[in-house]
């Protein structure tokens, strides 16, 4: 199955999934990487291993529907089975949800449907909480807001702060995001009735 990547920064999700790839524990390729920002190291990850990337900046464009329009036509060029948005910091209109609503997936580093938006870290220790995490789902116009297919928990201890949570997410993430990928090329896993099905269930 052909996989196209949407990134903003770093991309150590990126990274996670074309090892995952390379290692023959996702049966699919990263066949293209989309950043809206030319200097996302991301785009440096990919271009080590060898796929082909596109920058397609936000500026310039009218609204968010004219980019999103853009975007659909980037991701199709790389004919791609599955879209998955590895820290792509942008808002999605249903031009673009709507394009692949059902193979579009999003990790957000917050136990969904606590800390949608920005800042989880720092929300959660705001809150006190004692448990914290990430969430792969399927992406629906809501923001953060489309069922959830997996969690992963991570413990919240006194001495930590906003980095050291984020620290202890992302390798929660590097494990979890190429898993459900991994579900989804492997035909296990759907979206429908607004639920979350793997293996039917
Ligand atoms: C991750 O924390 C992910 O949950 C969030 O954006 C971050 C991306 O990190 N959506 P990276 O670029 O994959 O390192």
């Known amino acids: 199955k052909r996989i196209v990547v949407l990134i903003s920064g ?28 030319a200097d996302a ?10 796929i082909a990337t596109q920058v397609l900046s936000h500026k310039g464009f009218a609204d968010r529907e004219s980019y999103d329009a853009a975007l659909v036509a980037a991701v199709n060029d790389f004919g791609a089975d599955l879209v998955v948005l590895a820290g792509f910091m942008r808002i999605l209109t249903p ?5 692949f609503e059902g193979r579009l997936l999003n990790i957000h580093p ?15 220790l705001d809150a006190g909480d004692n448990e914290h995490g990430v ?15 997996a969690q992963a928990k991570v413990a919240v201890d006194s ?10 997410v992302h390798l929660k993430e590097h494990v979890l995001y190429p ?4 579900w989804f090329v492997d035909g296990r ?3 429908g009735e607004g639920k979350a099905w793997l293996d039917g269930q």
Do not use: W
């Not at 031009?95 to 394009?99: I, W």
């Open 110 to 124: 917050s136990l969904l449907p606590k800390y949608k938006g920005l800042n989880t870290h720092q929300r959660a």
């Open 10 to 37: 770093s991309g150590s999700n990126l990274q996670a999934i074309i090892d995952a790839c390379g290692e023959g524990r996702l049966n699919g390729q990263v066949v293209g990487v989309i950043s809206n920002k």
């Open 159 to 168: 001495s930590d702060n906003a980095d050291s949570l984020a620290h202890k």
């Open 179 to 182: 898993m459900v990928c991994g």
């Open 41 to 50: 190291y991301g785009l440096t990850r990919a271009a080590t291993a060898g």
């Open 189 to 191: 896993l759907q979206m």
């Open 95 to 99: 031009v673009f949800v709507g394009a």
């Open 135 to 149: 969430s792969v789902h399927f992406v629906t116009a809501e923001l953060d807001g489309g069922p959830v297919i």
